[in-house]
């Protein structure tokens, strides 16, 4: 089985920046995509940002030119930088990722616990 961690959110002001991190464990997990969603209170989960096994990203355009998602493929981590990060921005954001289960040789979503980040003066 695999299991995400998830770490970093917290408190920020307004145009502050945070990093998440989101760590795999467990079973050999060969990852395709991973990514970040966010809920905010009232809104439906969206993807926040996501990156493919060969770097390739993309954004929601509301974090477009904030936001950096990035990956260390050795360490099976994912990260996302925040920048100039806005009230709006206050959600509990999970970490997300798929790929391949080597063991069973099967394809499994999986998510992490979720961290909140709050943007607030």
């Known amino acids: 089985q695999v299991q995400l961690v998830e770490s970093g959110g917290g408190l920020v002001q307004p145009g502050g920046s945070l990093r998440l991190s989101c760590a795999a464990s467990g079973s050999m997990f060969a990852i395709n995509t991973m990514g970040w969603y966010r809920q905010a209170p009232g809104k439906q989960r969206e993807l926040v940002a996501a990156?493919?096994?060969?770097?390739?990203?993309n954004y929601v355009d509301a974090v477009k030119g904030r936001f950096t998602i990035s990956r260390d493929n050795a360490k099976n981590t994912v990260y996302l930088q925040m920048a100039n990060l806005k009230p709006e921005d206050t959600a509990v954001y999970y970490c997300n990722a798929d790929g391949l289960l080597l063991a069973t040789d099967k394809w499994l979503e999986v998510w992490g616990q979720g961290t909140l980040v709050t943007v607030s003066s």
């Open positions: 990156i493919s096994s060969g770097g390739n990203t």
